[in-house]
């Protein structure tokens, strides 16, 4: 049984920081790509930030320069470590698993709520 458990999730003032970690269980950890995902109210899931399983990263234009993921594979961990947080950023953040060489997102956790007040 696969699980994707996220932690690290709270409330901070707005230029704080926060960093997120997904624990997976199940899964050949280094062979998925992982990525963190969010959904504000209202809006639609949108990826934040991926990291392969040799360790490439990608993110999205709004993470960038403040967001770093990185993974640890012998730990079957990712972190998405969050400086300089506005109340944009507030969110529930969602861990994903894809498999590397499919297009679609396998897995999910259950979601951590950030919330950046101002």
């Known amino acids: 049984q696969v699980q994707l458990v996220e932690s690290g999730g709270g409330s901070v003032q707005a230029g704080g920081s926060l960093r997120l970690s997904c624990a997976a269980a199940?899964?050949?950890?280094?062979?998925?790509?992982m990525g963190w995902y969010r959904q504000a109210p209202g809006k639609q899931r949108e990826l934040v930030a991926a990291i392969t399983g040799g360790g490439s990263t990608n993110y999205a234009d709004s993470a960038k320069g403040r967001f770093t993921i990185s993974r640890d594979n012998a730990k079957n961990t990712v972190f998405l470590q969050m400086n300089s947080l506005n109340p944009e950023d507030t969110a529930v953040y969602y861990c994903?698993?894809?498999?590397?060489?499919?297009?679609?997102?396998?897995?999910w956790g259950q979601g951590t709520q950030v919330t950046v007040s101002s």
């Open positions: 199940g899964i050949i950890f280094s062979s998925y790509t």
């Open positions: 994903s698993a894809r498999y590397t060489l499919r297009s679609t997102w396998d897995y």
